[in-house]
């Protein structure tokens, strides 16, 4: 799985398109997935102890820390039809062949893109054999997208090379505010493990939320605890929550369009909070906590990004 995430990283490392902080007259701010200057987007999502959406919430019922310091942030964004850039990122090596693993993502996405709001708009990736391969551009206009998901077959070494020399621009230039990457793999990788500070330095990149989609055998129960790892579901978990996202495990040959539509719904409901770093001092990953006054609350967001201090801090 190392070599899974190493080849993934320059895609995730740009998945954030750094903005200034607004001014009235400007346009929103943008994810960002490092900061030293630029502004700061965090999507947040509230749920109740029960899971259900938690509607209604104002900007100050909302506190943000940044380490030990509360912050007073300028953006706070909560419109459930607001459009989401979707980049689907599909494994495409010789294992996803196996028990329809591919059709049911190829699936999924027809899904979340026949449920489209005015606005959306897609891009498709394609990795294997040690390279990322940019399918169709972001777009909200689908039509090349959905035919070219028909094109995609499942070939090549199931242990990724290593990651690619060069990383496209193109990659992750979706135009809102509101994000995420489902990344539909079955996870079988034979490669080296990450180690704690690889793993550490793969989340401090991530700033858009990432739903993997692990495809299991129907034998996956059946294995033990160390054939599970070389599936590396854990690396998946991490990279899930490090982005505020979360990882979905589903049998081979599961319908996947019930959970495409329940992630696609999730991301809808994000609300967004942004504040701008001073721009000075030490750029290092900075954990941020957000918390709302509402009883039994579950608030999740991404774990911090790298950058300076906020401003006023």
């Known amino acids: 799985m190392k070599r899974l995430f190493c080849l993934l990283l320059p895609l995730l490392a740009a998945a954030g398109i750094s903005a200034q902080a607004p001014t009235p007259a400007a346009e929103p701010p943008t994810f960002s997935e490092s900061a030293g200057a630029e502004y700061v987007m965090l999507p947040v999502l509230v749920t109740d102890k029960h899971g259900k959406f938690v509607d209604g919430l104002q900007k100050e019922d909302f506190v943000l820390r940044v380490e030990e310091h509360q912050v007073i942030f300028d953006t706070f964004e909560r419109d459930l039809s607001a459009p989401v850039s979707f980049a689907f990122l599909v494994d495409t090596s010789g294992s996803m062949g196996i028990g329809g693993k591919l059709a049911s993502a190829r699936a999924a996405i027809r899904s979340i893109v026949a449920d489209r709001q005015s606005g959306d708009d897609f891009a498709l990736f394609a990795f294997s054999e040690g390279e990322v391969r940019l399918v169709t551009d972001f777009s909200a206009d689908p039509k090349a997208l959905l035919a070219a998901t028909l094109d995609l077959e499942a070939s090549g070494q199931t242990a990724l090379f290593d990651a690619v020399a060069a990383t496209p621009e ?23 493990r990450l180690s704690s500070t690889q793993m550490a330095e793969i989340l401090q990149r991530v700033s858009v939320p990432v739903y993997p989609i692990g495809m299991k055998n129907a034998a996956f129960d059946q294995l033990k605890e160390e054939e599970r790892r070389e599936l590396s579901i ?7 929550g490090g982005s505020g996202g979360r990882m979905h495990l589903v049998s081979t040959g599961e319908d996947l369009r019930p959970l495409a539509t329940k ?12 504040f701008a770093p001073s721009g000075t001092g030490d750029v290092k990953y900075r954990i941020v ?21 906020p401003g006023g801090s």
């Open 234 to 240: 854990d690396t998946l978990q991490l990279l899930a």
């Open 263 to 274: 992630i696609s719904e999730e991301v809808r409901q994000q609300y967004l909070l942004g």
């Open 289 to 309: 906590f957000v918390s709302v006054a509402r009883p039994g609350a579950v608030v999740r967001t991404r774990r911090g990004y790298r950058g300076t201090a």
């Open 170 to 192: 193109r990659m992750m230039k979706g135009r809102n505010n509101k994000r995420a990457i489902l990344l539909f793999t079955d996870g079988v990788d034979n490669a080296s």
